[in-house]
């Protein structure tokens, strides 16, 4: 909390992270987004909750909430820091293995640069729309996304550059080919939405435990990244299947995975879409 205190007085909004290295879960007048949401949320609403609900959107730069009785319990279980680079006017490239870091150093402007278990952290002056795998072993954190303080790094902080805004808006604008994981099919797999599959359900289900399991050990970066490998490699056991393989259900539980260790679910889907459909949608830019 005393570090979260100096970063909130130098205008950089912060919260605690639990177990896992996610954001603490909602209280009960919040589970569900059944309060509708905070003011800073991608969809409005009115809550003023005073608990650490809502993930990045409960970051705050006011030492009054951070001190407060209702955030007493999550500092004293927390076990990192996070902090919202967006409400910073920053972007994170969270870089999250060594090839990744080559990339950027062959890419991108040079900035200031934070190290982590993995890779790096490069921070720029600027917010923007938050993505992640938009190519391999690379997020962008930014408006509406958390990442974890790991120090203020080396370097002198650069503009943000289009080389990271053009990252995410190729993938954004890049329409998925092949099955599409729907939203009205969020259903776990089992046989009956698997008719036309020729594997055994324990075939299945054991290469779908261990893509799970693979995913939510993400639980520092590149969870997306990581979905979007798994349901890649989910869809490439099931070329020879007559179908249907319920490719769809299988989907939808990588994206819960990847929601869990804090992914956001547009680009969770999104991820597992471009997996699924076999588009490399981590590696549209050069």
Not at 13 to 31: D, E, H, I, S
Not at 119 to 127: D, F, P, R, S, T
Request: include cysteine; aromatic fraction near 6%; charge should be positive.
């Amino acid at each position: 909390m005393r570090t979260a205190l100096v970063l909130a007085a130098a205008g950089v909004p912060v919260l605690p992270l639990r177990a896992g290295k996610v954001p603490f879960g909602n209280c009960r007048a919040c589970t569900g987004n059944a309060c509708g949401g905070r003011p800073n949320m991608k969809r409005p609403g009115s809550c003023r909750c005073p608990a650490v609900c809502h993930g990045w959107a409960a970051a705050t730069t006011n030492p009054d909430v951070l001190t407060s009785p209702a955030w007493t319990g999550p500092w004293r279980e927390a076990q990192a820091l996070a902090y919202h680079p967006g409400g910073a006017g920053l972007t994170v490239v969270d870089l999250d293995h060594a090839d990744a870091v080559a990339w950027a150093r062959a890419t991108l402007p040079t900035t200031r640069t934070v190290a982590t278990t993995r890779g790096e952290h490069w921070i720029y002056q600027g917010a923007m729309r938050s993505a992640n795998a938009v190519r391999p072993g690379v997020d962008v954190k930014s408006c509406m996304s958390y990442t974890r303080w790991l120090g203020p790094g080396s370097g002198t902080m650069a503009r943000l550059p289009a080389a990271v805004r053009v990252l995410v808006e190729r993938e954004e604008t890049t329409p998925a080919r092949g099955e599409v994981v729907s939203s009205s099919g969020r259903t776990e797999w089992d046989r009956s939405v698997a008719t036309g599959c020729r594997h055994t359900e324990r075939f299945v289900r054991t290469g779908l435990e261990r893509g799970l399991a693979l995913v939510r050990a993400r639980t520092e970066s590149g969870a997306g990244s990581q979905a979007f490998g798994v349901a890649q490699f989910l869809a490439a056991q099931h070329t020879t299947c007559s179908g249907p393989c319920g490719l769809e259900a299988l989907g939808w539980q990588v994206v819960a995975a990847a929601v869990s260790v804090g992914v956001p679910e547009p680009y969770a889907r999104r991820a597992v879409t471009n997996g699924l459909s076999g588009t490399p949608a981590a590696g549209r830019v050069s």
